[in-house]
């Protein structure tokens, strides 16, 4: 039971970033990296955008107004980390990095939130 509802919370998840993904590709951004692991976390996407790379967090949600709590300070933080070890791999010289997240739900346009982790 347990394997079979996390299956289907992994298709949920690629549904959602494949939505993300296309968002993304229609507002300008190429696709460099998606589902991308290491010891330190998880970063769904990774896209250029001129000279920024933006690691992107996708969040899904059943209904609009779960998303306004889908994702924590810690859970950023999580990606944050991942993002830290795969930089050298995407940025050029003079590229800015940022990190965005992309909330979905159904019958709504996604909600793209750029620049909301800021390391103090």
């Keep these: ?3 079979s509802r996390r299956k289907i919370s992994e298709a949920k998840g690629r549904h959602a970033e494949n939505i993300a993904s296309w968002w993304l590709r229609l507002n300008g951004y190429r696709i ?9 976390g998880e970063i769904d ?4 955008q001129f000279g920024t790379i933006v690691f992107v967090e996708v969040k899904s949600r059943s209904n609009a107004r779960d998303l306004d709590h ?8 999580r990606v944050v980390a991942a993002a830290e070890v ?4 995407y940025l050029r010289a003079h590229d800015i990095m940022r990190f965005d997240v992309i909330l979905l739900s159904p019958w709504k346009l996604p909600r793209h939130l750029k620049n909301v ?4």
Excluded: F, T, W
């Design 117 to 120: 982790y800021h390391q103090g």
């Design 32 to 40: 460099l990296a998606r589902r991308v692991r290491n010891p330190r």
């Design 86 to 89: 795969e930089a050298h791999k």
């Design 1 to 3: 039971m347990a394997d």
């Design 70 to 77: 889908a994702i924590s300070a810690y859970h950023m933080r």
């Design 45 to 48: 996407i990774i896209a250029r």
